[in-house]
T-cell receptor, first 113, second 113 residues
Framework: KAGVTQTPRYLIKTRGQQVTLSCSPISGHRSVSWYQQTPGQGLQFLFEYFSETQRNKGNFPGRFSGRQFSNSRSEMNVSTLELGDSALYLC????????????FGPGTRLTVL | AQSVSQHNHHVILSEAASLELGCNYSYGGTVNLFWYVQYPGQHLQLLLKYFSGDPLVKGIKGFEAEFIKSKFSFNLRKPSVQWSDTAEYFCAVIGGSQGNLIFGKGTKLSVKP
């Protein structure tokens, strides 16, 4: 089975721009979660989508948004980028049941200049 | 709010030394507990998980963890580390109605050959 894939792997943007990151889950997985990883804050939960609906949301500003498509692929959007948004953005997929094991992708490294 | 504490930021060991990484969580109800590992340049992988039953959980690559409910702890152990265990280790919890993983800040393990 192919693993979780994320595109692009690296991105460089400037402040004020917006960015869209993509995640393709493992085949058969219906839940996709997004996390932000930074050296200072560690891994922080952004949101989770299940069957095209946002099921859970972390404590991030409204500039961070996401969506999920009928094939379970998910996108994450960050608008009006700030320097502090520079991070590794990780996507994880699972079957979606309670406390299912989450499988992580390689991440997208976003640098905001 | 739930939180996870990992006591050590960076641990340096020689090969064949024993390892114990501390993890404490703050949630008082039923929890599901995980240890993830991130090898240099690779994505997060699940080492082991505890949902219920035997509090001593065995994972991949000779790792084990013990859930001690009275201490809200889930420490990771390995009797004899190898150079290839050099990585960052993350403890995580899912508790209550939260479906997302709450991660600790991580512990970097460096194993000297």
């Amino acid at each position: 089975k192919a693993g979780v894939t994320q595109t692009p792997r690296y991105l460089i943007k400037t402040r004020g721009q917006q960015v869209t990151l993509s995640c393709s889950p493992i085949s058969g997985h219906r839940s996709v979660s997004w996390y932000q990883q930074t050296p200072g804050q560690g891994l922080q939960f952004l949101f989770e989508y299940f069957s095209e609906t946002q099921r859970n949301k972390g404590n991030f500003p409204g500039r961070f948004s996401g969506r999920q498509f009928s094939n379970s692929r998910s996108e994450m959007n960050v608008s009006t980028l700030e320097l502090g948004d520079s991070a590794l953005y990780l996507c994880a997929s699972s079957y979606g049941g309670e406390a299912n094991e989450q499988f992580f992708g390689p991440g997208t490294r976003l640098t905001v200049l | 709010a739930q939180s996870v504490s990992q006591h050590n930021h960076h641990v340096i060991l020689s090969e064949a030394a024993s390892l114990e990484l501390g993890c404490n969580y703050s949630y008082g109800g039923t929890v599901n507990l995980f240890w993830y590992v991130q090898y240099p340049g690779q994505h997060l992988q699940l080492l082991l998980k505890y949902f219920s039953g035997d509090p001593l959980v065995k994972g991949i690559k000779g790792f084990e963890a013990e859930f001690i409910k009275s201490k809200f702890s889930f420490n990771l152990r390995k009797p004899s580390v190898q150079w290839s265990d050099t990585a960052e280790y993350f403890c995580a919890v899912i508790g209550g109605s939260q479906g997302n993983l709450i991660f600790g800040k991580g512990t970097k393990l460096s194993v000297k050959p």
